[in-house]
DNA sequence: AATTTTAGTCAGGGGGACCTGATTAAAATG
DNA sequence: CATTTTAATCAGGTCCCCCTGACTAAAATT
């Protein structure tokens, strides 16, 4: 049984963190006027274009069962994409009712700059620091897929494959 | 220097705590049917909770000026709240132009409580690993706070304050 | 007393994440 | 061949964050 202070100071400093990371995200963005870096969130249209970077070529239903969202609201946020030219749509040539999406250059390289990005917080560590928050961070993840898993066990496990993978590549 | 594939192990466990930990939230929100739990985000009107929780009573200008928004922006957030019986505005004596702004006992506690929460996945961890984590998001949230400091020194460390402050009230 | 500054309000807008309902075109199936 | 299922689309809506512009009421200044 962990010591309850420590997972208190622990938790605080996570709650902070992602505070903080929040708010210097918005305020570089505000000032720096970088205006078109769209920050890749793990919603709507960012969710789309990390799930393509890990398999490419996805028709829209496909792209709508693995996030769980409705049909509806992944062709609008695939349209948004489009006009950002970061995806492209076509018509499947064996089955003409479906829509291929596909990453463009940008897209891929907007998906992979974003994510495979150092930031500049980490230099602060050092190496052995840098080993401990991995591990750590590996015991959390799990945790909180296992949370995801108990929850919605219907889909057990799809969210951590398109997730998981997709990490695995970029940074292993 | 600190080794670069440490570092991008780091960062990759560190995007992927965000990704997982938002879809925890947002998949228990949807099928735990707790709806009306806002996650008391970082923006809007969590954020103006947030803030009163570490300093009640502020006026409406004071706080757009605290957190970086437009009196509008504020006064909408306000009167959100206000519906949810969450905050109180009403008109100051002494100067009758102003709107002061003050926490419903409900809205301390959804301020407090939802913060102070243990996150269940920290359960996972040993005391040695809590205090090596508390250590390591201690220096990386002092490296984000002056990145924000840089980029805007106009209003240093003025939210770091709203920040720190509070979340020293909360955990320490 | 007249003017300017300050705190708020209303109106309107842009962009984002989602959703339901109704409809079409193409494929599958009886 | 007729019907049903499937992949998409359009239309319209809800809620969120956040901004500009125009306008009042009260306080501060001249």
Chains 1, 2 share one sequence.
């Not at 605080?12 to 969130?41: C, N």
């Not at 709508?64 to 409705?70: G, I, K, P, S, V």
């Not at 994510?115 to 961070?137: G, K, N, R």
Request: charged share 25%; aromatic share 6%.
């Amino acid at each position: 049984m962990p010591n309850i202070n420590k997972q208190k100071s622990a938790a605080g400093k996570l709650i902070e963190f992602g505070m903080v990371s929040h708010t210097a995200d918005e305020v570089a963005r505000r000032y720096h006027a970088e205006q078109d870096k769209h920050p890749l969130r793990f919603q709507g249209q960012g969710k789309i274009l990390l799930t393509l970077a890990q398999a490419d070529g996805l028709s829209q239903k496909e792209l709508a069962t693995r996030l769980n969202l409705t049909v509806q609201s992944t062709a609008e946020f695939v349209n948004k994409l489009v006009k950002k030219q970061l995806v492209t749509k076509e018509k499947s040539t064996s089955d003409r009712r479906k829509t291929i999406i596909r990453l463009t250059d940008l897209g891929r390289e907007t998906a992979a700059t974003e994510t495979a990005q150092v930031p500049a917080y980490l230099d602060s560590l050092t190496d052995t620091e840098l080993d401990q928050l991995t591990t750590i961070l590996t015991k959390i993840n799990h945790n909180l897929y296992d949370e995801i898993d108990t929850i919605t066990p219907d889909q057990s496990g799809k969210f951590q494959q398109v997730v998981a993978d997709r990490l695995r590549d970029w940074f292993l």
